[in-house]
């Protein structure tokens, strides 16, 4: 190697790591079409930060489209042994008000913010695994298969990804050419159905018991990490459990990667509680919130539009503007001390201390 390509091979190393108490701008230097409606957009740091991410994680981007703030989480898929840039792998969903904005307005060169890395979805040391996702749920999978064939880690791994159809398996070439390369790494392919593609030579259909004892006759030996949509991963939880695996062995991403608008949260009855008024300003509602409820919970039972989707505190997806009151939050890393400072707060876990004004 001579000295410019050793120069070159040491800049990465000496450069400052991204801080995520510190530091949130990011810049796009690169879009892939990976299907026909799944895009990877690639992020640095403007200031030529390092990132230190863990395969499994993920960023929370803040964006302001039409006038109005909107938070969203999207996995890690790149891997992270590539430390001066990350992706992230968007399909677009129809209606989706922030996955279409990021197809069709963010280019190379455009700048953003986030916060991250973020989230405890990691892979822990075993020899045997089965990544399981379905739809875009297969992003931080991805990024932990993309680790194993860098970094060359003797693994036993079943990647089984399911998809609508053929056309929706994302990475499908890439996955071809990684376990055609890498030792340990069985792929399995499950689209529901053969639409665009009639030669399809596998199976289709959705994860069953059958199929389950079929593709993955050990899968009680195996660490099963999971991630897709919400139905799928119930599904995914009932098979496994069904078929052995202990809940110890069993991981799975703790948020749903589409905002979930309406999901009919319970709201706890406590009637000697003291009641508060919340106004969400911008929609110009009005609710009760009593002092042992969160704000996400009594909105979402009275019909007012707040995106979320962990709803524990650890996405950052339902981060709001308190223009006044005071609440009672108990957050998992969702949101930083520095917004906390300049008047946000997490609605999914926080209970209200007074009356609140919240810019929503």
Request: with cysteine; glycine share 8%.
């Amino acid at each position: 190697m001579d000295i410019k390509s050793l120069a070159a091979a040491e800049r990465p190393h000496s450069a400052a790591l991204w801080n995520r108490d510190a530091d949130e701008d990011l810049v796009c230097i690169d879009i892939h079409s990976e299907t026909h409606d799944v895009k990877t957009f690639t992020f640095a740091s403007p200031h030529g930060k390092r990132f230190a991410i863990e395969a499994g994680q993920y960023f929370l981007f803040d964006l302001e489209i039409g006038g109005d703030a909107e938070s969203r989480c999207y996995s890690v898929s790149s891997s992270p042994r590539r430390d001066n840039a990350f992706s992230i792998t968007v399909k677009r969903v129809a209606g989706g008000l922030v996955s279409n904005w990021l197809h069709d307005n963010l280019g190379p060169g455009s700048k953003i913010k986030a916060n991250g890395p973020l989230g405890h979805f990691i892979r822990p040391a075993a020899k045997k695994y089965l990544f399981l996702s379905g739809g875009s749920g297969i992003t931080p999978v991805m990024s932990m298969a993309r680790e194993l064939a860098d970094t060359c880690e003797p693994a036993d791994v079943v990647f089984l990804h399911a998809a609508r159809s053929p056309k929706d398996l994302i990475f499908r070439d890439e996955l071809a050419c990684l376990a055609a390369r890498v030792k340990g790494l069985r792929l399995h392919f499950l689209p529901e159905t053969v639409l665009g593609e009639a030669q399809w030579p596998g199976l289709t259909g959705r994860i069953s018991t059958d199929y389950m004892k079929l593709a993955v006759p050990d899968l009680a030996e195996r660490i099963v990490m999971c991630c897709g949509p919400a139905p799928f991963m119930a599904a995914a939880r009932a098979i496994t459990a069904a078929l052995g695996v202990p809940a110890a062995q069993y991981i799975e991403e703790s948020f749903d990667a589409v905002v979930i608008d309406d999901v009919d949260i319970p709201v706890v009855e406590e009637a000697a509680a003291r009641i508060f008024q919340v106004e969400f300003a911008k929609q110009g509602r009005k609710i009760e919130v009593t002092g042992e409820q969160t704000v996400l919970s009594c909105a979402k039972k009275s019909g007012v539009k707040l995106p979320s989707s962990c709803s524990n505190g650890v996405c950052g997806t339902c981060k709001s503007k308190l223009i006044s009151g005071t609440v009672d939050m108990n957050h998992n890393g969702g949101i930083r001390q520095r917004e906390i400072d300049a008047g946000m707060f997490l609605p999914c876990c926080s209970k209200p201390l007074s009356d609140l004004v919240i810019e929503r």
